[in-house]
Protein backbone atom coordinates (compact mmCIF):
# COMPACT_ATOMS: atom_id res chain seq x y z
CA UNK A 1 0.00 0.00 0.00
CA UNK A 2 0.93 3.55 -0.37
CA UNK A 3 2.74 5.26 2.24
CA UNK A 4 0.98 8.49 1.85
CA UNK A 5 -2.41 6.38 2.29
CA UNK A 6 -0.92 4.67 5.78
CA UNK A 7 0.69 7.84 7.33
CA UNK A 8 -2.69 9.12 6.64
CA UNK A 9 -1.48 11.95 4.91
CA UNK A 10 -3.24 12.94 1.84
CA UNK A 11 -2.87 16.13 -0.05
CA UNK A 12 -6.25 17.44 -0.12
CA UNK A 13 -8.03 17.65 -2.97
CA UNK A 14 -8.78 21.71 -2.94
CA UNK A 15 -5.32 22.60 -2.12
CA UNK A 16 -3.83 20.55 -4.75
CA UNK A 17 -6.07 22.33 -7.17
CA UNK A 18 -4.90 25.34 -6.37
CA UNK A 19 -1.71 24.70 -6.50
CA UNK A 20 -1.79 23.57 -10.04
CA UNK A 21 -4.20 26.52 -11.36
CA UNK A 22 -1.62 28.86 -9.56
CA UNK A 23 1.16 26.81 -11.37
CA UNK A 24 -1.10 27.04 -14.89
CA UNK A 25 -1.59 30.50 -14.89
CA UNK A 26 2.52 31.34 -13.87
CA UNK A 27 3.02 29.78 -17.23
CA UNK A 28 -0.14 31.36 -19.19
CA UNK A 29 1.93 34.02 -20.56
CA UNK A 30 4.79 32.04 -22.18
CA UNK A 31 2.34 29.57 -23.83
CA UNK A 32 -0.06 32.05 -25.08
CA UNK A 33 3.31 33.96 -26.68
CA UNK A 34 4.35 30.34 -28.19
CA UNK A 35 0.68 29.75 -29.73
CA UNK A 36 1.41 33.23 -30.99
CA UNK A 37 4.71 32.80 -32.85
CA UNK A 38 3.04 29.92 -34.26
CA UNK A 39 0.12 31.07 -35.50
CA UNK A 40 1.81 33.83 -37.03
CA UNK A 41 3.97 31.92 -38.56
CA UNK A 42 1.49 29.95 -40.24
CA UNK A 43 -0.07 32.70 -41.52
CA UNK A 44 2.75 33.45 -43.30
CA UNK A 45 4.67 31.32 -44.36
CA UNK A 46 3.01 29.94 -47.11
CA UNK A 47 3.85 26.14 -48.62
CA UNK A 48 4.67 27.96 -51.85
CA UNK A 49 7.47 29.88 -49.93
CA UNK A 50 8.70 26.76 -48.20
CA UNK A 51 8.87 24.94 -51.46
CA UNK A 52 11.24 27.55 -52.68
CA UNK A 53 13.92 27.05 -50.21
CA UNK A 54 14.31 23.50 -51.50
CA UNK A 55 16.37 23.23 -54.77
CA UNK A 56 16.30 20.24 -55.89
CA UNK A 57 20.26 19.68 -56.04
CA UNK A 58 20.76 17.54 -53.28
CA UNK A 59 18.84 15.16 -51.12
CA UNK A 60 20.96 15.54 -47.83
CA UNK A 61 21.15 19.86 -48.58
CA UNK A 62 17.43 19.31 -48.82
CA UNK A 63 17.24 17.01 -45.90
CA UNK A 64 18.80 19.00 -43.70
CA UNK A 65 17.16 22.27 -45.10
CA UNK A 66 13.83 20.16 -44.20
CA UNK A 67 14.65 19.25 -40.59
CA UNK A 68 16.17 22.96 -40.01
CA UNK A 69 12.87 24.70 -41.40
CA UNK A 70 10.99 22.14 -39.77
CA UNK A 71 12.51 22.97 -36.44
CA UNK A 72 11.85 26.09 -36.28
CA UNK A 73 8.55 26.47 -37.63
CA UNK A 74 7.13 23.65 -35.15
CA UNK A 75 3.39 23.53 -35.49
CA UNK A 76 0.16 20.79 -35.85
CA UNK A 77 0.49 17.52 -36.88
CA UNK A 78 -2.51 18.01 -39.05
CA UNK A 79 -1.20 20.82 -40.58
CA UNK A 80 2.10 19.36 -41.33
CA UNK A 81 -0.01 16.88 -43.40
CA UNK A 82 -1.59 19.47 -45.31
CA UNK A 83 1.80 21.95 -46.06
CA UNK A 84 4.05 18.37 -46.57
CA UNK A 85 1.28 17.78 -49.77
CA UNK A 86 1.98 21.09 -51.13
CA UNK A 87 5.63 20.55 -50.78
CA UNK A 88 5.05 17.26 -52.55
CA UNK A 89 2.95 18.52 -55.42
CA UNK A 90 5.42 21.38 -55.41
CA UNK A 91 8.25 19.03 -56.63
CA UNK A 92 9.96 18.39 -53.29
CA UNK A 93 11.60 15.11 -52.34
CA UNK A 94 10.38 12.85 -50.76
CA UNK A 95 13.59 12.48 -48.04
CA UNK A 96 13.02 16.38 -47.54
CA UNK A 97 9.30 16.54 -47.39
CA UNK A 98 9.73 13.88 -44.52
CA UNK A 99 12.43 15.60 -42.63
CA UNK A 100 10.24 18.70 -42.81
CA UNK A 101 6.98 16.69 -40.82
CA UNK A 102 9.10 15.08 -38.69
CA UNK A 103 10.71 18.07 -37.37
CA UNK A 104 7.65 20.12 -37.42
CA UNK A 105 5.67 17.46 -34.85
CA UNK A 106 8.76 17.21 -32.76
CA UNK A 107 11.26 19.50 -32.72
CA UNK A 108 10.10 22.52 -32.42
CA UNK A 109 12.80 25.15 -31.87
CA UNK A 110 10.08 28.16 -30.98
CA UNK A 111 8.84 25.86 -28.37
CA UNK A 112 11.77 25.68 -26.48
CA UNK A 113 11.63 28.21 -23.96
CA UNK A 114 8.13 27.42 -22.64
CA UNK A 115 9.83 23.76 -22.22
CA UNK A 116 12.57 24.88 -20.51
CA UNK A 117 10.75 27.44 -18.29
CA UNK A 118 8.10 24.37 -17.24
CA UNK A 119 10.55 21.23 -17.17
CA UNK A 120 13.50 23.25 -16.32
CA UNK A 121 17.03 23.25 -17.94
Sequence with gaps: MNQRKQ???????????????????AMAPLLLGVIGLVGLFQAIVTPKMLASLFRGNS??????LGTLTGSIAAGNPIVSY???GELLDNGISLYAVTAFILSWVTLGLVQLPAEVEVFGG
Design 7 to 25: SGQRPAFRAVLQKSTLAFL
Design 82 to 84: LIG
Design 59 to 64: LFVDTL
